[in-house]
């Protein structure tokens, strides 16, 4: 199994019964599998695809708070959005087990950052697990159920990407009977606590942390007990998991006392006290911040990321554990500092026939010069068509916009902008700027790219898409409905296949734009992938190019489909002609006209 549907299956086996998510890697696999196996198990539960981590998160948080066992699933950029609930919850508390998935990507392969979720558990005070594999995920789902329920408060997994898209054998086990049966206590001084409330909270949370360090069942593993030595290794996660495989395998694991953490916050405090009298040095391996390190309040012993023994960014690889650990064993002070290696192949980029790259184009042509602020999704690849400028966080696109068209008032210059953010990524966390925007009377275009899915991710429905987690029939948000209440006076919709009028249409929302206002333009085409997709594809053109090619590469350059080959020997551009999904939006983009529909053919992008 992969890890994620690792850990779905340990939630269902736990009796999980309310479980959310927003899709995000390497989290998305928990939620689509825990509805599909609870599904094909017949377990009565409610799994539900939110519009976004905060409400996700009080979706699933609420659920316990009626008795039952709950979960929540996300990346970890996701638990930034969730956090405000998450520092409240540490404080009020839990009645059935909660817990939090919050899956990290040290490298990042596809994150904004590196940051570690653990940090965040120790921000809220709540207690974190981190697995080493997928099975070992499934194991911590149990365990963090127990300590949730036995103290009262919702418990942090903290997978990484590693874990996350494992695959390991896994022995699928009884579905345990699960509480079913809901009763919510009211005590508003508890669940509506109000500031001096909230005191005796925090000091009662406090008092859990503090038994929570001194909990048996979570904590640290000595693995080589016969080891004797004055240098110890102290490792979690998945840098535990390269470290035994390299101890093991050589002298080191009779010299070297080896532990593994899998609590790293709080970490036991009677671990901290033994490993402070028994070693001289310790070594201490984790991904990505120094969380037990800086636990140990130790800077003459421990060896870590504030000594530079190890790596203070990128993932630990086996390599690199491979050659601290020999330098320590070595009696060398440290010093290892290489970041992971760079990564070679080919850049990413927007797939064939894909109808983000036709408005990208689009609006080079209408805003040439302008400025374009993005946001988070698969269309961040406008990049390579310069036609993204910024992309910093979820609908940051938005609120980037007016702050760029704030800005330039200030100093009375004007300049066009337009700002792009996919469907799934508006209602997620764009629809408040664009009342912002409304409110302050920012002057930008905005371009809703709805290709109605979550693309990046796997296609999870998005709060438009009218189904459920598990394809059942939902209610469906209207998009037009939703920017026409914002206060948008401009809003209209538009298929970019039709190259020629969908420029035409940006053209007009820039002019309205200038005028007073936000523009709303929203490019509506289906994702060239999702073969789900109830919205019609455009009819495919069988196109050519003709010996009026120059070999220019403007075609392959400026708009860059993966489909449009140079071919060195001929000088000419060729079509690949098992990428080519016959958009034909390629035969508006030749200066020279060389690219065109064969005889016969018409399509809706010619
Ligand atoms: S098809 Fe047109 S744009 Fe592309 S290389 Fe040939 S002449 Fe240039
Ligand atoms: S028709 Fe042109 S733009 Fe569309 S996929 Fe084929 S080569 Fe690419």
């Given at each position: 199994?992969?890890?994620?549907?690792?850990?779905?299956?340990?939630?269902l086996?736990n009796?999980?019964?309310?479980?959310s998510?927003y899709p995000?890697?390497?989290?998305?696999?928990?939620l689509?599998s825990?509805?599909?196996?609870?599904?094909e198990?017949?377990v009565?539960m409610?799994?539900?695809?939110?519009?976004?981590e905060k409400?996700?998160f009080?979706?699933?948080?609420?659920g316990?708070?009626?008795g039952l066992?709950t979960a929540?699933s996300m990346?970890?950029?996701?638990?930034?959005v969730?956090?405000?609930?998450?520092?409240?919850a540490?404080y009020?508390?839990?009645?059935?087990?909660?817990?939090?998935?919050?899956?990290?990507d040290?490298?990042p392969h596809?994150?904004?950052?590196?940051?570690?979720?653990?940090l965040?558990a120790?921000?809220?005070?709540?207690?974190?697990?981190?697995?080493?594999?997928?099975?070992?995920?499934?194991?911590?789902?149990?365990?963090?159920y127990?300590?949730?329920?036995r103290?009262g408060?919702?418990?942090?997994?903290r997978p990484t990407?590693r874990v996350?898209?494992?695959c390991q054998?896994?022995?699928?086990?009884e579905?345990?009977?699960a509480?079913?049966?809901?009763?919510?206590?009211?005590?508003?001084?508890?669940?509506?606590?109000?500031?001096?409330?909230?005191?005796?909270?925090?000091?009662e949370l406090?008092?859990?942390?503090d038994?929570?360090?001194?909990?048996?069942?979570t904590?640290?593993?000595r693995?080589?007990?016969g080891?004797?030595?004055?240098r110890?290794?102290v490792?979690?996660?998945?840098?535990?998991?390269?470290?035994?495989e390299?101890l093991?395998?050589?002298?080191?694991?009779?010299?070297v006392?080896?532990y593994?953490?899998?609590?790293?916050?709080?970490?036991?405090t009677?671990?901290?006290?033994?490993?402070?009298e028994?070693?001289?040095?310790?070594l201490?391996?984790?991904?990505?911040?120094?969380?037990?390190?800086?636990?140990f309040?130790?800077?003459?012993?421990?060896?870590g990321?504030?000594?530079?023994?190890?790596?203070?960014?990128?993932?630990?690889l086996p390599?690199?554990?491979?050659r601290?650990?020999?330098r320590?064993?070595?009696?060398e002070?440290g010093g290892?500092?290489?970041?992971?290696?760079?990564?070679?192949g080919?850049?990413?980029?927007?797939?064939?026939?894909c109808?983000?790259?036709?408005s990208?184009?689009?609006?080079r042509?209408?805003?040439?010069?302008g400025i374009?602020?993005?946001d988070?999704g698969?269309?961040?690849l406008?990049?390579?068509?310069?036609?993204?400028?910024?992309?910093?966080?979820?609908?940051?696109?938005?609120s980037?916009?007016?702050?760029?068209?704030q800005?330039?008032?200030?100093?009375?210059?004007?300049?066009?902008?337009?700002?792009?953010?996919g469907?799934?990524?508006?209602?997620?966390a764009?629809?408040?700027?664009?009342?912002?925007?409304?409110v302050?009377?920012?002057?930008?275009?905005?371009?809703?790219?709805?290709?109605s899915?979550?693309a990046?991710?796997?296609?999870?429905?998005t709060?438009?898409t009218?189904?459920?987690?598990?394809?059942?029939?939902?209610?469906?948000?209207d998009?037009?409905a939703?920017?026409r209440?914002?206060?948008?006076?401009?809003?209209r919709?538009?298929?970019?296949?039709?190259?020629?009028?969908f420029?035409?249409?940006l053209?007009?929302?820039?002019?309205?734009s200038?005028?007073?206002?936000?523009?709303?333009v929203i490019?509506?085409e289906?994702c060239?992938?999702d073969?789900?997709?109830?919205?019609?594809?455009?009819?495919?053109v069988?196109v050519?190019?003709t010996?009026?090619?120059?070999?220019?590469?403007?075609?392959t350059?400026?708009?860059?489909?993966?489909?449009?080959l140079?071919?060195?020997a001929?000088?000419?551009?060729v079509?690949?002609g098992?990428?080519?999904?016959?958009?034909?939006v390629?035969i508006?983009v030749?200066?020279l006209e060389?690219?065109?529909?064969?005889?016969g053919e018409?399509?809706?992008?010619?």
């Amino acid at each position: 199994m992969l890890g994620n549907e690792a850990m779905a299956l340990a939630l269902l086996e736990n009796g999980c019964r309310v479980a959310s998510s927003y899709p995000g890697t390497p989290a998305s696999e928990i939620l689509s599998s825990v509805a599909r196996l609870g599904k094909e198990r017949g377990v009565p539960m409610y799994a539900e695809w939110a519009i976004n981590e905060k409400v996700a998160f009080e979706i699933a948080y609420t659920g316990s708070l009626t008795g039952l066992r709950t979960a929540v699933s996300m990346k970890q950029v996701g638990l930034n959005v969730a956090s405000d609930p998450l520092m409240s919850a540490a404080y009020t508390g839990v009645s059935g087990g909660f817990l939090v998935i919050s899956a990290d990507d040290p490298g990042p392969h596809s994150s904004q950052t590196e940051q570690d979720s653990r940090l965040m558990a120790m921000m809220a005070k709540v207690p974190v697990l981190d697995p080493d594999s997928p099975a070992h995920a499934m194991e911590l789902v149990a365990r963090g159920y127990e300590l949730s329920e036995r103290f009262g408060i919702p418990v942090m997994l903290r997978p990484t990407t590693r874990v996350c898209h494992a695959c390991q054998d896994i022995l699928p086990g009884e579905v345990l009977p699960a509480r079913t049966e809901v009763e919510f206590r009211k005590n508003p001084d508890r669940w509506a606590a109000t500031p001096g409330f909230r005191l005796e909270l925090h000091r009662e949370l406090a008092g859990k942390l503090d038994a929570i360090a001194r909990w048996e069942p979570t904590a640290p593993v000595r693995l080589n007990p016969g080891a004797a030595g004055l240098r110890a290794v102290v490792a979690c996660g998945v840098a535990a998991s390269h470290a035994r495989e390299i101890l093991a395998g050589s002298e080191l694991w009779r010299s070297v006392p080896f532990y593994q953490v899998v609590q790293p916050y709080p970490l036991h405090t009677a671990f901290i006290s033994r490993m402070r009298e028994s070693y001289e040095e310790i070594l201490v391996l984790e991904e990505t911040a120094g969380v037990i390190e800086m636990q140990f309040l130790d800077r003459m012993r421990v060896r870590g990321k504030a000594t530079g023994a190890v790596p203070e960014v990128g993932e630990l690889l086996p390599d690199a554990v491979e050659r601290i650990i020999a330098r320590f064993a070595g009696g060398e002070a440290g010093g290892e500092g290489e970041p992971a290696p760079a990564k070679g192949g080919r850049r990413p980029t927007l797939c064939a026939g894909c109808s983000h790259r036709a408005s990208f184009y689009a609006i080079r042509k209408a805003a040439p010069g302008g400025i374009y602020p993005s946001d988070i999704g698969c269309y961040t690849l406008g990049l390579n068509l310069g036609v993204v400028d910024t992309v910093l966080c979820m609908g940051a696109a938005v609120s980037q916009a007016a702050g760029f068209y704030q800005a330039h008032r200030l100093a009375g210059k004007t300049v066009d902008i337009v700002a792009t953010i996919g469907d799934s990524t508006f209602y997620h966390a764009g629809i408040p700027p664009l009342i912002d925007a409304v409110v302050q009377g920012a002057r930008f275009v905005l371009v809703i790219l709805d290709n109605s899915t979550t693309a990046m991710t796997g296609f999870q429905p998005t709060a438009a898409t009218g189904s459920g987690a598990s394809g059942e029939p939902r209610g469906a948000a209207d998009m037009e409905a939703l920017v026409r209440a914002c206060g948008v006076g401009f809003c209209r919709v538009g298929k970019p296949s039709r190259l020629t009028e969908f420029v035409a249409l940006l053209e007009e929302a820039l002019a309205y734009s200038r005028g007073g206002g936000p523009a709303v333009v929203i490019a509506r085409e289906p994702c060239v992938m999702d073969r789900s997709h109830a919205i019609r594809l455009p009819v495919p053109v069988r196109v050519t190019i003709t010996d009026d090619c120059t070999g220019c590469r403007h075609c392959t350059t400026q708009f860059e489909c993966p489909a449009l080959l140079y071919d060195e020997a001929g000088q000419r551009v060729v079509i690949d002609g098992l990428l080519c999904t016959g958009c034909g939006v390629c035969i508006h983009v030749c200066p020279l006209e060389a690219i065109r529909a064969e005889e016969g053919e018409g399509g809706d992008g010619a």
